[in-house]
């Protein structure tokens, strides 16, 4: 046992409450929110480090295909390149028989899983008449040269960091280069993206949709809170968190509430489990308070839904329902009828 005492979380939660403080709510006036959000966006993307000068060639390449005998759903092994000397290994689904163009996805993973994750899911989305991307992230999966994730992530994150990357920076550019990839293929429609994460892969999800315009539909599982009530509830109990969790200098500009912010009014949904510890519900709840008046002022409220459960941390039952109808809504125009 530790001297808590002396350890600095006291500090820090205080400085946090500090810069917290100065954060206003997000303007009622429309003007006023894209202007603070432009400002926003400029900081932003400084905290999120340096991306790539050029991009690559992707230079993809398919390694195995195989058919599932169950579903009619193929499955192809495929490796891209990122940037230079950064090759993404991952798996691609879609079915056997479609017509025309299939809307695509971009599934993440949640912290230290990898593209073998989900098994029922990518296959169902492919089964529907997704065009399904599963990459492995960094640091995870066959993305990583030691035993386990955390390890990976605390011998390399201080090396790029010095190099001006960050892990949230260096992941969004790699969901961008994702993209990329997606719109390469000749299956896919290229007006209709989607990105779909759970929990880690959540806020790479809503990281991705805030820079790139080209995502068109997104779904965040088990991934949504505050940095406020991350910092001055979740620390506290925690005995780690995946460093990618924080974006370096960010509580200077904002918080996570202004990046889902900048998302709007294309489609967001956002689903949290109460059994989570790692997501306080106070900082959900902010979240959402704040968002409804932001698609509200678009004159899109019907792009902004919410829904908290008592649950498991996956993308399965009542959560994986919710996302099949909201990519069906917002990426084929499936229309639901309410009881």
């Known amino acids: ?5 002396y350890s600095i979380l006291k500090s820090l939660q205080e400085e946090a409450k500090r810069l917290i403080g100065k954060r206003e709510p997000l303007p009622d006036d429309l003007l006023k929110l894209k202007k603070r959000l432009k400002n926003f966006k400029k900081n932003y993307l400084k905290c999120l480090g340096r991306f790539p000068e050029e991009k690559e060639p992707l230079n993809p390449k398919i390694e195995q295909k195989i058919i599932f005998d169950d579903t009619r759903v193929f499955q192809e092994r495929v490796v891209y390149n990122s940037e230079k000397f ?47 991307l599963f990459p492995d992230n960094r640091f995870s999966g066959e993305r990583r040269k030691l035993s386990s994730g955390m390890e990976e992530q605390f011998s390399m994150v201080p090396v790029a960091e010095c190099l001006g990357k960050t892990f949230m920076g260096m992941n969004t550019y790699d969901n961008i280069r994702a993209i990329d990839y997606l719109l390469s293929r000749k299956e896919v429609d290229k007006e209709k993206i989607g990105v779909v994460g759970l929990c880690w892969g959540g806020m790479m999800a809503y990281n991705l949709a805030a820079i790139d315009k080209r995502v068109k539909c997104v779904v965040c599982v088990n991934s949504n809170s505050t940095y406020e009530a991350l ?18 200098d960010l509580l200077l500009y904002g918080d996570t509430i202004d990046i889902y912010a900048l998302i ?6 956002l689903m949290n489990n109460s059994n989570d510890d790692w997501f306080p519900v106070s900082g959900y709840l902010k979240i959402c308070s704040e ?30 329902e919710k996302t099949m109808e909201w ?3 917002h990426l084929k125009g499936i229309k639901y009828k309410r009881s």
């Open 291 to 320: 968002l409804e008046k932001v698609y509200k002022l678009y004159g899109k409220s019907e792009n902004f839904k919410h829904f908290i459960s008592s649950n498991i941390h996956d993308i399965s039952g009542i959560y994986e």
């Open 231 to 248: 910092i001055l509830e979740h620390l506290i109990y925690s005995h780690h968190s995946c460093l990618g969790t924080f974006i370096p």
């Open 1 to 5: 046992m530790g001297y808590p005492e």
């Open 327 to 329: 990519l069906n809504v």
């Open 86 to 132: 950064v090759k993404v290994p991952a798996h691609v689904y879609y079915p056997e028989k479609f017509e025309g163009k299939l809307p695509g996805i971009l599934l993440l993973q949640g912290w230290d899983l990898s593209k073998w994750a989900f098994p029922f899911l990518k296959t169902k989305l492919a089964q529907l008449g997704y065009f399904v």
């Open 264 to 269: 709007a009014p294309r489609p967001l949904l």
